[in-house]
């Protein structure tokens, strides 16, 4: 049930927005009574950091898939752009609550259990802090902290999910391919990479992706 719960609320944010999280909503969903949500979780806002976690569980999954990359770091953080785009364009509401770009009225993510958002956020950052420690231990980078590369790369990334969800893209075909590649590209050269060092792992990470969802990027 807690399973069920999960996942019914998770729907409902992909189809209809946090407003309509309500215990009865979700209750209804999955054939239960609103006892079931107080049961298992104590209330609304506990079953709803119970979704965002499962959210970051689920993203720290991508990122371990995309380590088949690893022998080029700079192409696994390119991979792991691409499962955070993929979060976002697959539960929009959900990538909200996860990064605290909207609320659900009094709703504030709990943190005193070690599945806490903050903790599984923290899991996955860590994640990306290592991929980025791995880039700079190939000598292509100027000499920067792993936490450097990662900040302004995630801080980029993010930048441009937002706006991608707000429709800003809509003119390219593939805002992926048009906007995300040399978006990073450029970071990762700016920081001292080779052009053609970069633009390769680029292209490897979107070739990874197309294997992986059998589509496009």
């Not at 950091?49 to 499962?54: G, M």
């Amino acid at each position: 049930m807690p399973e069920r719960l999960i996942a019914a609320t998770a729907d409902l944010l992909r189809e209809q927005g946090p407003a309509q999280i309500k215990a009865r909503v979700v209750a209804e969903a999955v054939g239960a009574s609103t006892v079931a949500i107080y049961h298992h979780f104590g209330g609304v806002p506990e079953l709803l950091t119970a979704v965002v976690s499962q959210g970051f569980s689920d993203l720290r999954s991508a990122f371990a898939d995309a380590s088949e990359l690893s022998d080029d770091p700079a192409a696994e953080l390119f991979a792991m752009a691409l499962c955070t785009r993929d979060l976002a364009r697959s539960n929009a509401h959900l990538y909200d609550l996860m990064f605290g770009l909207s609320t659900r009225g009094t709703y504030r993510p709990l943190s005193a259990s070690p599945d806490s958002p903050s903790n599984r956020f923290a899991e996955c950052y860590a994640m990306l802090v290592a991929a980025c420690g791995r880039l700079i231990a190939t000598g292509r980078l100027d000499p920067i902290t792993p936490d450097e590369v990662a900040s302004e790369l995630w801080s980029a990334v993010h930048g441009f999910v937002t706006l991608e969800a707000a429709g800003q893209f809509e003119r390219y075909a593939d805002p992926a391919v048009a906007v995300l590649r040399p978006l990073c590209t450029r970071i990762i050269v700016g920081m001292g990479d080779a052009p053609d060092r970069a633009s390769r792992a680029a292209d490897a990470a979107l070739t990874w992706w197309v294997d992986r969802t059998g589509g496009g990027a």
